[in-house]
């Protein structure tokens, strides 16, 4: 399988589910490559130098916003008082929780202190603890970690199929149906491993479909499979369709919306 690169749509909601950040950062890079009329085909879901710098630039940006002092999300990312608890042990609990989230899947004991020992740099340099949360926190988001759902196998010359984890089964299901990454519900599930079987799958599918966040895949993926897209476009010659008018046009790409979502 292709390691699947967020699109610009999975970027920008990923960040607004992650961060509360509803700017559109990705909206400034590269345009993504389409490939079998889809915009989300990892295959051609290239990462060219442009790009790593245009995300590079998004990630300084969104975790100053993120720590800046009397912002609400500072308060949900910095849950701990390093003044009471200790500056290392506040930062593990705070980059653990936020790598948990952006990740998709809980950090490894060795990628914490990587992440936190960059709050002790900071530090050294007459920096601030915030300041060292926010470096950690660019680190996070600029990881292929969070800019790719890797699927990686743990013996990767083998050539038999192995099942996906359920932290895998979550991201697919959430990028699937939402175009951005799992809800704390179907987190709570991939930490308790219950999605490996059919009911618990379906059962979380069925609940994410009655969310608002389902219409993404109405007019996204809608779209492209059916190509109403290309209406915005369409212009008939008015002598053979001296009916068609704008809000024809509307109507038609509503019909075809309506009836995907059913």
């Given at each position: ?5 967020l ?10 589910d ?5 700017s ?12 079998g009329n ?6 051609v879901?290239?990462t060219r ?29 910095i ?7 200790g ?15 952006a990740?998709?899947?809980p ?21 601030t ?8 926190i ?13 699927e990686?196998d743990?013996?990767?010359i083998a050539?038999?199929?192995r099942l ?8 697919r299901?959430?990028?699937?149906l939402?175009s ?15 999605l ?8 979380q599918?069925?609940?994410?479909l ?5 219409s993404?895949?109405v007019n ?15 212009a008939?010659?008015?002598?053979s369709?001296?009916?068609f ?12 919306n309506?009836?995907?979502k059913?």
């Amino acid at each position: 399988v292709t390691i699947h690169r967020l699109n610009i749509l999975e970027y920008n909601n990923t960040v607004r589910d992650l961060l509360g950040d509803t700017s559109q950062p990705a909206s400034a890079f590269p345009e993504d490559t389409g490939g079998g009329n889809f915009d989300n085909n990892a295959d051609v879901l290239a990462t060219r130098p442009l790009l790593f710098r245009k995300m590079e630039t998004a990630a300084e940006a969104l975790s100053t916003a993120a720590v800046a002092t009397g912002s609400a999300t500072r308060a949900k990312i910095i849950t701990c008082d390093s003044t009471k608890v200790g500056e290392a042990a506040c930062a593990m609990t705070v980059m653990s929780a936020f790598a948990r989230k952006a990740w998709r899947r809980p950090a490894t004991p060795a990628e914490l202190t990587r992440l936190t020992a960059l709050v002790s740099l900071a530090k050294a340099n007459g920096d601030t603890f915030d300041s060292g949360i926010a470096l950690g926190i660019e680190a996070v988001l600029l990881s292929p970690h969070f800019a790719f759902r890797p699927e990686l196998d743990s013996a990767p010359i083998a050539t038999a199929p192995r099942l996906l984890n359920s932290y895998e089964i979550a991201s697919r299901l959430s990028y699937f149906l939402w175009s951005t990454m799992p809800d704390d519900t179907l987190t709570a599930a991939a930490d308790s491993g219950g999605l490996q079987d059919v009911p618990s799958l379906q059962a979380q599918a069925i609940r994410m479909l009655s969310d608002t966040k389902a219409s993404t895949m109405v007019n996204t993926m809608g779209a492209q499979w059916f190509g109403t897209y290309k209406m915005a476009s369409v212009a008939p010659l008015a002598t053979s369709f001296p009916t068609f008018d704008a809000e024809c046009r509307t109507a038609m790409v509503q019909e075809t919306n309506l009836f995907f979502k059913h």
